[in-house]
Structure formats: C-alpha cells, structure tokens
C-alpha cells in the first residue's frame, strides 16, 4: 500500500479541496436548507472519483444515494454514511463561517467536517487512490449515503426492507463513523446501544391555564407529569415491569478482554477521554461498565407553565410534557419496553398521561472475530492511531444498525478525525486525519479482499 500511500499525499491539495468544496455544501436535514444542492453535488462526485452506477432514490423526506464500484471481484462491501449536518447554532459560538470551510492552521473548520462529510468523502477518495495505482479496487463496494441521519433517518429502515435484494449482495457493512478522541485514541467499537424515545403529555381538564388560588381544587398536570415521571425509576433503578429481562452482565472474562476489570485509567484521564464529568463516587471501572453494558432511562426535557426566568406569574398550568429517551443494550425490544411503560403507568392511575413513541432503534452487536471487524481493527491501529480503546458497545444509537439486523450481515464502524467535536462550534478536522481518513479505507479495501 506504500504507493497508493504516496499517491494520496502526492494528491492532497485535490483531495482537500474537494471536501471544502462537501463542507460548503449546506445540507441541513433539520431544516431542509441545501438537501437537494448538496445531493447533486455528491452524485457528480462519486461518478469523477470513480464510483459507477450512480442513483438517487427519493423517500418521504431526503434522497437515498446509491453507487457501485465493480462486480466481478470475489467479495463485496456495503458502505454507509450520511450527507446530512446539524445546523450551526449560534454563529457567533464560530471563529469563522461554519460554511466557507476555512483552513486555520493545520484544522479545517466547518459544520460537517467530522461528523460525517470528512469519513464519506474520504471513502470516495479511495476509490479513486486505489485506481490511480492500481486500476481496480479489489473488491465489489456498494455506496448508501442517506440525507436524515441528523433526524432519525426515518426513511432508512423502509428504504432497507425495500431494497433488501440488492443490498444483501454485500458480504459485510462497513459504517464510516469513528475517529481520534481527545488524547489521541480510537475506538475500535463493537456494538451500539439501542434507544426508545417517548414523550409523556398532560393536558388540564380545564383546557386553559387558571389562577393558583384554585390550586387546591383542581389537578395540575405539571404535579401529575412529575409523579407520573418519578414511578418509572428509583434510585438508579427502572422500575418498568420487565426492563431488566434479557440484559445480560458481562463475563470475568469479557471484562478482562476490554479493560474493565483492572482500568489502567484513572478518573482524570477517563473524564479527559471523554469530555465530561462522572458523577461523584463513581468509579471508573463501574463508569465503564454502566457506559457499555447497562440500559438508561433519562430526561431530555420538561416543560410546563409560566419558565420566564426572575418573573411571577400564579398560575395552574394548562399542560405539562416530558421527553425521555431509554438506551437499551442487546437482549432488550423497545417495543416491548414501550407497551410495558403504557401498562405501567394505567396500573399506577396515571390515565390522563398520553404517551407517544418518537422514534426507536434496535441494539446491534458484532462478533470481534468477523473478517470485517478484524480488518478494520488492523486498518485503524496501522493508519490513524496505535493508541486504541476497545469498546464492547457505544453508548450512542444509530439508525445504520437496520442494515446488519435486516440484511443478516456483519458490520463494523470506522474513521478518522476529531469525533468529539461532533455538532460543536468550530468543528474541526485536522488536514492529517482526513488524508489518514482516505488511507484508511483504501486499507481497508485492500485488506478486505485477501
């Protein structure tokens, strides 16, 4: 792979100017701002770089991009990814425009450029690396780049089931997410946690807000959505009927496999890690564990009433709403989970509290010993870091994991860059990380067919 090494480097200024060109493209899937732009502009990218067959797919809300790369090659690898961004948020949190794409020092600074426009583009650029140096890619791969990723990809999993014929084509999926944490490490992952997302409403009988003086002769429904809240958990513990069937604890020898039963890590260096703060009293060994392998129930928000911050306003509110997402690991249904929550909260006389389903994902995890995931394992220790930290399951969820849980076949995630600055100000990617990025799955294409 030295030539093609040499290649991308010799053709960095291209391949650099091609993703500032993706970065400026807006494609914000929560407000529908540039979609159709930035399609058009990835399509006749795909084809310049080598990517054949070329189609777009319209679904209820943003396109689907297909795109082939041979057929006649003995394996074949279904690539993910998404073209959708968050919005910016406050443009005075940028130091520059998070759309024109700025170089500023060794970074390039833009919406997008981490998550995800960086990995896809550079799993394009490889493509045409590896037909620069050696006039075939060695392997079939089959391009899904989808525009809702940002909202849920609602269109995904129809999309998938759709298509399902086509798709199973591919030996195993390869997820381009991933990159270098703060210290220099990355994930080599192997799991994802699912999610349930509800939201809990009350409405006041009265249908409007009232006075407080009638507050003892009438039901406030902000009282009722915080009792209704408090039964589903205590002290830690979910208190849903059922939750807890099916999660299973990891094996001494499991948590010797990923570091968990001696962290060589201390506290500091695992909040530096991860860019937060664990909750007092809790150790690092148990923070990893609660992290991987156990389900959550929490509290996205709540609204209700008069919130004008220093301001008096003596009211019973007309209604109150809650939203609460529940990360799920292997072993658990979130439908079932939700329809348990329903009788749960019935059995406990919460009968005016409706309760709606948002959006809910399936946890996926990946034997280590799959071909895929051992080749990008070695493609990601040898090109983007030695430094590595196994993960058994990511404690985030994402819709690509209805491509393994349908079409039966392995998937493994990874990528170059500063993932932690995921829909931060001033998102970032070094010029390094993005040309470690497009070696990366020019090795992992190689490597993938011998």
């Known amino acids: 792979m030295k030539e ?23 494609g914000i899937s929560t407000e529908n701002t540039g979609i159709k ?24 809300r943003h396109p689907v991009i297909l795109g082939r790369v041979g057929k006649a090659a003995k394996r074949t690898l279904l690539v993910y990814g998404h073209y959708d961004v968050q919005p910016p948020g406050d443009r005075e949190d940028w130091k520059v425009d998070p759309f024109a794409a700025e170089v500023v020092g ?18 394009i650029h ?67 946690k699912g999610l349930l997302y509800v939201e809990l409403s009350v409405e006041s009988p009265a249908g409007v807000e009232v006075h407080s003086m009638y507050a003892g002769i009438i039901d406030n429904p902000a009282w009722t959505l915080i009792s209704a809240v408090q ?25 010797i496999k990923y570091g968990l039963a001696r962290v060589a890590i201390n506290k500091e260096k695992l909040e530096e890690t991860f860019d937060l703060k664990i909750k007092k009293g809790m150790s690092v060994s148990g923070a990893l564990l609660e992290a991987c392998y156990k389900p959550t129930l929490n509290i996205d928000g709540f609204y209700s009433g008069y919130t004008v911050k220093g301001g008096i306003k003596t009211i019973v509110p007309a209604s109150a709403w809650a939203k609460i997402d529940m990360r799920l690991v292997p072993g658990q249904d979130p439908s079932t989970i939700f329809k348990n929550m329903q009788k749960h909260l019935e059995s406990k006389g919460f009968t005016d509290v409706v309760v709606r389903k948002l959006a809910e994902l399936p946890a996926y995890r990946v034997d280590p010993n799959e071909r895929i995931v ?64 497009i070696k990366l799955f020019a090795t992992i294409y190689n490597d993938y067919a011998s």
């Open 231 to 255: 039964s589903l958990k205590e002290d830690e513990k979910v208190l849903i009927p059922h939750f807890y069937e099916g999660v299973k604890e990891p094996s001494l020898k499991e948590k």
């Open 4 to 26: 093609v090494y040499e290649s991308i480097d010799k053709n960095s200024e291209l391949f650099l100017g091609e993703l500032r060109e993706f970065i400026r493209q807006l």
């Open 126 to 192: 490889a493509v045409k690396a590896l037909l620069q140096c050696k006039k075939s890619v060695p392997i079939n791969l089959i391009f899904i780049f989808e525009g809702e990723e940002e909202i849920g990809s609602p269109s995904l999993k129809p999309f998938i089931e759709e298509h399902k014929e086509e798709l199973s084509a591919c030996d195993s999926i390869l997820c381009v997410e991933g990159g270098e944490n703060k210290t220099g490490q990355v994930l080599l992952t192997y799991g994802y």
């Open 37 to 60: 732009e930035t399609v058009s502009w990835l399509v006749a990218k795909m084809k310049e770089n080598g990517v054949e067959k070329v189609q777009t797919f319209e679904t209820q």
């Open 106 to 123: 060794d970074r390039v600074i833009g919406r997008g450029t981490c998550d995800m426009k960086n990995n896809l583009m550079a799993s």
């Open 374 to 437: 051992q080749v990008v394992s070695k493609a990601l220790k040898k090109v983007v870091s030695k430094k590595t930290m196994a993960v058994p399951i990511v404690p985030g969820s994402g819709a690509f994991v209805w491509l393994p849980r349908i079409l039966g076949k392995p998937m493994a995630s990874g990528g170059s860059g500063a993932g932690y600055m995921a829909h931060r100000p001033n998102e970032f990617v070094t010029i390094q990380q993005y040309l470690k990025g």
